[in-house]
């Protein structure tokens, strides 16, 4: 099954209706990551890339650019292009000239949703400063549970990233910069970042990134670990109204539950190809492959059942239901 660097139409909250590129390509069905986050979607992994010069199969900006003219003539009402994907964006040097080839063709702007794990290297902020919004992953301020959290690659530090960000949003010409804070608990006593000691020091931190948003959320979907577990809406809400006393309302966006999903306007060339890449990149339940690909249920059926039989697909059922992804 032949997978794809251009992804889109995602959709969310923050950022609409949004063109994916995915500027790595992935080892088989892995993810291809510096991070191996407890929460993650796309499962736990042994290998994680150290940095740049590691990764294999990076995409190149031709590609990303020719991807891109012929991808986004399908998809009409476009918000944003977004560098985000199976991998982490800044992993791909090329990013800055990406964008840049990006905005010689396309007038919406250029998200990039990253991890943060590399935002203390000169060139990565470089490239990242290239788009018009960072969404930048920060969970915790405390090293411990920032690695209990992510289990980086050897050499990732939170007190780099914390600089790095700072140097971000001090940067002359920089993209607006957005913090997501994913929130989670555990069920066996596992260190998370949802206790109130936490989030006072975290609170503590962002202060001295001062970002222009901030997005708390809790996993959706069947996360790499099984005792982690969502945070509780009210619970979340509690967070979520310390961080408005201390950034402002303006500046805090709080998801409770999974988004309605306008239908979109694509055009499809391929059917079965464009629902196996979007559950190859996360796992979906049926209606959510239907929201996010425009499609009825009636028209998915059909596909399902092929990709079903000929195993290049499975079900996993949790507490939140049955999820799709690649075998
Ligand atoms: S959640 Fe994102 S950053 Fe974390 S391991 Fe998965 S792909 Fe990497």
Redesign the pocket.
């Known amino acids: 099954m032949k997978t794809r660097i251009i992804y889109g139409p995602i959709l969310s909250r923050r950022l609409g209706r949004s063109l994916g590129v995915d500027v790595i390509k992935k080892a088989g069905t892995k993810?291809n990551?510096n991070?191996?986050?407890v929460?993650?979607q796309?499962g736990h992994v042994d290998y994680k890339i150290k940095g740049p010069e590691e990764v294999e199969g990076a995409v190149t900006t031709e590609e990303v650019v020719e991807g891109i003219r012929s991808f986004h003539r399908n998809i009409e009402n476009l918000d944003y292009v977004t560098f985000s994907g199976?991998c982490?964006p800044t992993l791909n040097l090329s990013l800055g000239s990406m964008i840049r080839g990006v905005k010689q063709i396309i007038d919406q702007p250029v998200c990039v949703l990253t991890?943060s794990s590399l935002v203390d290297r000169e060139d990565v902020r470089s490239n990242l400063a290239e788009a018009d919004l960072v969404i930048a992953?920060l969970v915790s301020g405390n090293e411990d549970t920032f690695r209990a959290m992510?289990r980086p690659a050897d050499g990732i530090r939170l007190d780099n990233i914390i600089k790095g960000l700072q140097a971000m949003k001090s940067l002359k010409k920089r993209p607006r910069l957005g913090i997501e804070v994913m929130l989670v608990d555990s069920t066996n006593g596992y260190p998370v970042n949802s206790t109130d000691e936490e989030i006072t020091k975290l609170i503590e931190v962002l202060k001295t990134i001062d970002p222009d948003e901030i997005e708390i959320l809790t996993v959706s979907r069947p996360p790499a670990e099984k005792f982690i577990v969502p945070v509780a809406d009210t619970r979340l809400k509690e967070i979520a109204r310390r961080f408005d006393a201390e950034f402002g309302r303006d500046r805090v966006r709080l998801v409770l539950k999974g988004l309605r999903r306008d239908r979109s306007n694509m055009q499809h060339e391929n059917l079965e190809e464009e629902v196996y890449d979007l559950v190859l990149r996360r796992p979906c339940t049926y209606e959510q492959i239907c929201a996010s690909l425009g499609i009825s249920s009636v028209e998915l059926a059909p596909i399902m059942e092929k990709l079903v039989s000929s195993n290049n697909i499975i079900s996993i059922v949790s507490k939140k239901g049955t999820y799709y992804k690649a075998s």
């Open positions: 993810k990551c991070f191996d986050c929460y993650c796309l199976t982490e991890n992953t992510h």
